[in-house]
């Protein structure tokens, strides 16, 4: 989606001035293939902020129209919230565009790392971003 | 082939542990430097009952712990890894079976604790931000992470036929440093990711020393007669959090729907590096 | 002559219905501190410290509440939310700094760490234990609680609410060993009006008392395994 004026607000001003230490609670590693970063553009189909990692459900179209519905994980509530992600930021029905790295099983799944709004502003997703 | 043996090679380089040296220095790549002297000089605020201060958020700088305690690579999802871990030495001594049996863990990720919203121990809990909260008799310890607390007690003894994940904690003073003896151990929390298991003869002897008003050292010798050959020693520095820092509500029981994924999963096998001391003859 | 002796006997009287005044926190507040636990059968039914043993419902929320799953969120190791963690059957410790209150409850190690200096309640985001605000009225904490989400029950009899409840707890002892604790709930999707709560909290006066860990773990076949490590002796 092209923002509407050419500026990317990335959302993590909360998230460096607290230095929250982010972490996978298990290894992602071994669920998600970091050689494999996707792009995927869809609508909301469902947001479950939840713990331990919330998920973001959306429906993606192919090029024969087909629409797979696909799950990215993201950290966790309190770690959005920090970010100025709330439970309604998301709603269904929303174009989104989220970027992360593919799960190594095949399903429409992956690990989310960045949520690119309608509005053009960039959320990040991803459980990890300032090490501890 | 030989392009095989020289990728082997470079990536045995690159596992060879660092050596720091002993009883000073961070063993974290990241956050202050921990100058012992210094904390041994400081002159810690009181609290109204006459002991250190050591109350407020504080967050912990180890690198990377959560993934590994030794020295590992920064990666997809490693962080960006560790030249020197939090282990002094930078090797764990594991007896050749237990060294085993972290191959064996790390091949099999679907049997890490964590995974399964397991409760996660000392020193585990300590790699992500808590509070400390003192009173006269005792001090309560504050997680995010699973919602979890524990007691230091400065009060009364271990308690027999009892184990637990956070095990017991007695605590004394020593001088300006908080000492705490962590019994009642079970073997089911892990240092880390990587592996590193223990078992319920762990204990741990942990050492709180504040450095300056925002930097607070922890170090802590590790027995554990069962799975090491000798004491494990580490070390870390912490920060204070900022003012408006809060310990906000997390759980690891409402939906871990990563478990459907994980069968039969094992760590990338240039994720981390083999370094456990070889049996001394 | 009976005037006499009611005379006589007013300052006894007086005396006897004076409140009871707590001892004092090192920063002037009432202390709560301590090992108390509830001991009624609120984490069964609600309805039984509810004032009028009763429960407002609003008829569109109880045609809901019929619906519902019924599996109780805390056999999947759920937190048990505000208020029922207060009357679970488990101890829970009371610490009090300056401008911090803490509950630290044996149930499932949840805690609460509560500033008692006035903030604003967080905005999006639902949370199982809520968001807590406390201040000091006097002799009484108030902690006012919002921000509750709608996924826990108030009691095994599965009493819901939805995310709208809000809830404002006051403790006041009332005597050495003994807390009283009331809460009220609003809550305009599920309830007609406000309703009450009350009951009394008993402190654990057994020496060398301590709260163990209780955890819950989901076992493999999706229960919960609630190993309690409390020994039988006290060594």
Redesign the interface.
Known sequence: MRPSNGIYCVMILALI?????L??????????D?TKPIKLNGTVTKF??????S?IYIDVKDDTGKVVNWKF?TA???NL??RGF????IKSGMQVTIEG?L???G?P?ANGQRLHMPDGTVIILGT?VN?? | MSAIILFLLLMLQAAAPRITAPGGGNLADNGPKIDLEKAKAFKPQRTEFGHPNLEGIWQPRTSGAAYSVLPHPGGFFLGQGSETGIVEGGVLPYQPWAAEQVKYRRDHVELDPTGHCHYEGIPHALYFTFQIIQTASKIAFVHENMHAWRFVYLTGEHPKDYSAWMGDSRGHWEGNTLVVDVANNNDKSVFDMAGHFHSDQLRVVERYTLQDANTLIWEATLTDPKVFTRPVKMRFPLVRAPKDFMIMESGCFEDERDQAHLKDAALPDNHYNEEHEKEKK | MHRILLFLMMPAVLLAQAPYKAPRTSDGKPDLQGIWIARNAASFDVTEIAEGRTIPYLPEALEREAKADRVDPVAHCAMPGIPRIVYMPFPFEIMQRPGLVVFLYEYLHNHRVIQTTQRDHVEGIDLFLGDSVARYEGDTLVVDVTNLGSRTWLDSARHMHSDQLHVVERYTRTGPDKIQYEATLEDPQTYSKLWKIAMTLHRITEAGFELREQECLEGDDGRAIHPFYRPASKS
């Open positions: 001035s607290a230095g929250t230490r972490w996978a609670h298990h290894s992602f590693a071994a669920e998600y970091g479950d902020m939840v713990n331990p990692h998920w994980e966790s509530p309190s919230y920090r709330k439970k309604d930021t790295y799960a190594k099983d399903s799944t990890e090490p501890g």
